[in-house]
């Protein structure tokens, strides 16, 4: 088995710790943010981990 080709898509959306874990962006923080309250716009400025389960099956494919 050759090796597997980088997901584009994914690559551009999620990041790599260097401990190895996977973050990636909150949801709902593109538009309507007006709406939101301001305590949920500042949490999404913090990046979310990836469980476990999605780690392991994303990791070879970033």
Do not use: E
């Not at 909150?26 to 979310?48: I, M």
């Amino acid at each position: 088995m050759g090796k597997l080709k980088t997901h584009k898509g994914l690559k551009k959306v999620v990041n790599k710790r260097q401990s190895g874990s996977i973050t990636i962006g909150h949801q709902g923080s593109r538009h309507n943010t007006g709406s939101k309250t301001a305590k949920a716009n500042r949490g999404f400025r913090k990046r979310a981990s990836i469980s476990k389960a999605d780690q392991s099956r994303l990791k070879n494919i970033i």
